[in-house]
């Protein structure tokens, strides 16, 4: 081949690659997300991708709502007739950090072969490992297209500050949603906050989004693995305990005794969230945590909060639900502390069963259309 021929395929094959990459951003196929082998070539999961160790727990964390709705089995296939669909969403605590899929709240709900209103109950996991009610939010949003019957809502203080609402990578990462959000429900949001990351057109290219198209490709060749075993977490046998001795700061976010700032809290995105579910029915539950005995147990419950400012937050929360007639389960002193594990909110599979059982009944109340 002559010097002159090789230049001109190298020029033309360079051509087309920028062409390809500056096409791709234009396009930018957002839908490519919602390609999956999931529900088609082997099932899908039970809870959504997350995962830090892929090696061991097949498993990977993404940012792509699409890809990781379409991973999981609540999108197998249309709505049967004779279901009664409850989802549940959630912080790491309903996602179930070192639970197996049937030990989580979920899972031992759909476990228990539960018939309400002449249908059987299915319960799907969507609880993500990240705590802010405005990925609850988004999460929600984007499930309300899935028909449920019933929503419950698992959450707690740390999930309500406003000051921290946009760090959770995958809101982060999500920020065309969130500004969709803030528009629509008038959220005290500010779609300014450097804390969302907005793509230039560079990172919208083929070679931009290369890391974004392996995690997908990565997503579907972890399925395999998956499928075959069943593992998406690894479960180490030994593992840092949660605290409890505890440092004496009385400082919540940046608040300080003797009042919680309530407008510095998430409670217009709770609201959000009830708004979006429409007429569909809401069980909020404050989730349970560790109340420690341990080291200035009787300034702190835990690592996370400071007593005055929970207690607070629980006055505040109490009221809301007296006022606006929620349904709501104050659940945040059932498990004992001998039953949590790595944290102050992930609990064992027999304090998952406590929590099991109390929304089980829950459920059962629930009026017919």
């Known amino acids: 081949m002559s010097v002159g ?154 999930a309500f500050p406003l000051d921290s609402q946009l760090t959770s990578p995958i809101v982060a990462n999500n920020a065309a949603r969130v500004d969709a959000l803030i528009t629509r429900y008038q959220l005290p949001l500010d779609p300014g906050d450097p804390a969302l990351i907005r793509p230039n057109f560079w990172n919208q290219t083929l070679i931009g989004q290369r890391r974004s198209l392996a995690d997908l490709l990565r997503l579907q060749l972890y399925g395999v693995l998956w499928s075959a075993t069943g593992i998406d977490q690894s479960y180490p046998l030994d593992y840092t305990h949660a605290q409890t001795n505890l440092v004496s700061d009385v400082v919540f976010h940046g608040m300080k005794p003797p009042i919680l700032d309530e407008t510095k809290l998430a409670f217009t995105l709770l609201e959000a969230g009830l708004r979006v579910a429409g007429k569909t029915p809401v069980l909020l539950i404050n989730e349970p945590i560790l109340i420690s005995t341990g080291k200035n147990s009787a300034v702190r419950y835990n690592f996370y909060y400071p007593r005055w400012a929970y207690d607070q937050w629980r006055q505040m929360m109490n009221q809301k639900v007296a006022n606006q007639g929620w349904d709501y389960l104050d659940l945040w002193d059932l498990v004992s502390p001998d039953q949590f594990t790595n944290s102050a909110i992930h609990v064992t599979p027999a304090g998952e069963a406590l929590l099991a059982g109390r929304v089980e009944k829950a459920i059962l109340k629930q009026s017919c259309p």
């Open 5 to 158: 021929l090789l230049r001109n395929v190298l020029l033309k094959g360079l051509a087309l690659f920028l062409l390809l990459n500056l096409v791709f951003a234009a396009i930018n196929p957002a839908g490519l997300g919602r390609i999956s082998f999931y529900n088609q070539l082997f099932p899908g999961r039970t809870r959504f991708p997350f995962g830090e160790d892929p090696a061991q727990s097949y498993n990977i964390s993404l940012f792509n709502l699409d890809a990781m709705f379409a991973s999981h089995i609540l999108a197998a296939g249309p709505k049967p007739a004779g279901e009664y669909r409850v989802i549940v969403i959630g912080d790491s605590s309903t996602w179930g950090i070192l639970l197996h899929p049937g030990q989580t709240l979920a899972g031992q709900l759909e476990s228990a072969g539960l018939n309400l209103c002449g249908k059987t109950v299915h319960v799907y996991n969507l609880g993500y490992p990240t705590i802010s009610v405005t990925k609850d939010l988004m999460v929600l949003d984007y499930a309300m297209r899935y028909q449920p019957d019933l929503i419950i809502w698992p959450m707690t203080l740390e």
